[in-house]
């Protein structure tokens, strides 16, 4: 299998994120896109966003439009502005945490029903990893899931989830398919819409863990199955947890 370099690979993420906008709002969408690219990870927690010109011609937007998306983030906390030399467009270092009835109504309002959220994610996900473990890894890309592998496993809690979502999405960047990233990387998204909203407990992330390295070995040692076995029983955690705080 062709596989892109660790440059690529970090990179498409912000491709699928920072693509043209094509519908006829465009501030809304200019608004999604830039939350798209704090909750899946793509500037992290206190980073700067690519400067306004730069970031403007990649959405296909006016400046004006650009920065009225930056300014309702900034009014619901997500992002600050700096002044100055290095000055720019942050990532706010404590974003907002919605409530458990602000996840709901995100839910309804996507018009979502959520196992099939959960069924997607499985299909892409599990799908990505068995992939990988049938054609094998190049050394690039083995490094580089060794490296968010240590990252999410090094990660404090409140930068868990941000290395968490890059670990996973990760295994659908190292299968080389834009269109298996990109739909990750929107259902990751709405995902993360909802365990924003729920507590990080210490236990989880211990199981959590185990769970990634189960995947990892699977996928290093070409073990299809063992793969497919691993991803499952990591999702089933995170969907119980939804199921019950959403209830």
């Known amino acids: 299998m062709s596989q ?8 498409s993420a ?23 690219a704090i909750k899946l ?36 906390g997500y992002a600050e502005s700096r002044r100055g030399r290095g000055g720019g467009t942050f990532v706010a270092d404590v974003p907002p945490r919605p409530s458990r009835a602000e996840a709901q109504r995100m839910l309804q309002r996507t018009g979502a029903d959520l196992e099939d959220l959960f069924t997607f994610r499985r299909a892409l996900e599990t799908g990505a990893a068995v992939r990988l473990a049938e054609e094998g890894l190049s050394p690039a890309g083995d490094r580089l899931l060794a490296e968010r592998l240590e990252a999410v496993d090094a990660a404090p809690i409140e930068d868990y989830r941000r290395c968490d979502t890059v670990f996973h999405h990760t295994l659908a960047e190292l299968t080389g398919s834009a269109s298996l990233t990109g739909a990750l990387a929107e259902t990751r998204m709405r995902i993360n819409d909802l365990l924003n909203a729920m507590p990080i407990l210490a236990r989880n992330l211990e199981h959590s863990s185990a769970q990634h390295r189960a995947i990892v070995d699977a996928v290093r040692g070409g073990r299809p199955e063992d793969a497919r076995r691993a991803v499952g029983e990591h999702l089933e955690g995170t969907e119980a947890l939804l199921r019950a705080f959403l209830a």
Do not use: C, D, Y
């Open 14 to 36: 912000a491709e699928a994120v920072f693509r043209p906008v094509r519908t006829g709002n465009a501030f809304e969408e200019t608004v999604e896109r830039l939350l798209s």
């Open 41 to 76: 990870g793509v500037v992290a927690r206190g980073g700067r966003f690519p400067p306004e010109r730069e970031l403007a011609a990649r959405l296909g937007v006016s400046r004006i439009t650009l920065r009225e998306a930056i300014r309702a983030l900034q009014e619901a």
């Open 4 to 11: 892109p370099e660790a440059g690529a690979l970090a990179e």
